[in-house]
């Protein structure tokens, strides 16, 4: 069946450049893309009905690393590749911010926390540290980034709690507006869309890249392709050093009187939780079942989800009834060896910017624009 001339003039134009993934990465590529000169025509190919990954599954924390992560960090990697990351989250978090306005993504600005239970034994380490990681990030920051607030426990209803860190830096985002209005920018600046269509393989000829659906039927031609398809890429590039990550998240009904405000960090950041529209959203617990949490598959299991509803009956919400309102997961990309993202050219005509972790709200942007540079 032929194309209108009037399809093949728009829906149907090559562009210039295809992005495979239509989450936090792809759409800001995309983005940075189509503002530069001359305006090249640029199409986003999204898998699912609308961005389907990590980024409309998170947990909205707009966070740059809890101080047991990070000096966990800094004993494995040194001070320099450490600070170096955080630098990265803060630059991205500040960009995010600029780019589309607290307002618009939800941003509180409650407060970020860690939270220490009797005999963790994160503490005393985190106790011996903390002066030294604040005097490291100081320069980053301009000024001190956490404070002990043990006082602030009580007020927030928390129980089995002993010591408490706070930053005000850090805070919640609504994770749904901000995707919304990133959607509604990218389209109005010019970029085309394209969902459900999940792009099953890439071949490069000298003068373009065809683009594949998992069937062998053609989607588009185009001079440049970036894929930005996070902890899905090894379906399209085996090779690459991308681990696939489940997070499991569930959401409480809303409580009354609920006193929590803000983000909070445990364990090193295996699990997390924040306040929302009067619930609790809490995640995490990926470390009691590593081998069946590696999977591109979304799906709950009992024993996470069970270990989540623990942590709400005996820290989070001690002696509240509680009713869980919804349960849900995402795909994370972790590497194998290092934290870092994967921002390269992989041919002449094909780059990635993949492997964003847990930190994709905060480095998102500047992992797209870095992409933008390696590939315009
Ligand atoms: C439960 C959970 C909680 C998290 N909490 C936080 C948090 O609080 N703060 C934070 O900073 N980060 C958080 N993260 C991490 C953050 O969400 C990710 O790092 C970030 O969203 C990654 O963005 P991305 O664009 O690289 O990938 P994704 O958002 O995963 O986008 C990839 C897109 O590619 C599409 N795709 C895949 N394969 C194909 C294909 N073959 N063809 C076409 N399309 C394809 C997918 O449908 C998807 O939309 C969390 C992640 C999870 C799962």
């Not at 009580?154 to 005000?168: I, K, P």
């Not at 899905?232 to 959401?251: C, E, K, M, N």
């Not at 995402?330 to 590497?335: E, K, L, Q, V």
């Not at 060896?337 to 002449?348: F, M």
Request: overall charge negative; aromatic content about 8%; some cysteine.
């Amino acid at each position: 069946m032929g194309l209108s001339v009037w399809e093949s003039g728009a829906f149907h134009r090559q562009p210039h450049l295809a992005v495979v993934g239509g989450g936090i990465v792809g759409l800001f590529s995309a983005l940075f893309y189509k503002r530069q000169p001359p305006g090249h025509h640029v199409v986003v190919l999204e898998g699912g009905p609308f961005p389907s990954g990590a980024s409309m599954k998170n947990a909205g924390f707009a966070c740059f690393g809890s101080p047991s992560e990070l000096l966990a960090d800094i004993a494995k990697e040194g001070m320099d590749a450490a600070l170096l990351r955080v630098e990265e989250r803060w630059k991205g978090l500040l960009e995010l911010r600029a780019e589309l306005g607290d307002a618009t993504i939800g941003f509180e600005g409650t407060g970020g926390h860690e939270v220490y239970r009797s005999g963790d034994p994160l503490y005393p380490q985190v106790a011996e540290g903390f002066d030294g990681l604040n005097a490291a990030l100081r320069p980053i920051f301009s000024r001190t980034v956490f404070e002990w607030a043990n006082g602030e426990i009580a007020r927030f209803g928390l129980s089995g709690a002993e010591h408490l860190v706070r930053t005000d830096l850090e805070s919640p985002i609504h994770t749904g507006m901000m995707m919304d209005a990133l959607l509604r920018k990218v389209q109005s600046e010019g970029v085309l869309l394209r969902t459900n269509v999940h792009v099953g393989d890439l071949e490069e000829r000298p003068e373009r890249v065809r683009i594949l659906l998992d069937d062998g039927s053609l989607v588009a031609e185009a001079a440049r392709v970036l894929v930005a398809t996070n902890g899905y890429s090894t379906t399209l590039l085996p090779d690459l050093d991308v681990v696939p990550a489940r997070g499991q998240v569930l959401l409480t009904k809303p409580i009354e009187g609920l006193a929590l405000r803000g983000t909070f960090h445990l364990d090193e950041g295996f699990y997390y939780f924040r306040d929302y529209q009067g619930a609790v959203l809490l995640g995490g617990g990926r470390n009691l079942d590593i081998a069946k949490e590696t999977t591109m598959v979304e799906g709950t299991t009992l024993r996470i989800q069970g270990a989540l509803e623990d942590l709400l009956r005996t820290v989070i919400l001690p002696g509240r009834e509680f009713t869980i309102a919804q349960r849900w997961s995402g795909i994370m990309g972790f590497g194998a060896k290092s934290k870092s993202p994967i921002i390269e050219r992989r041919s002449e005509r094909i780059a990635v910017a993949v492997r964003l972790g847990g930190m994709g709200v905060a480095i998102g942007i500047r992992v797209a624009r870095k992409a933008v540079e390696l590939i315009a």
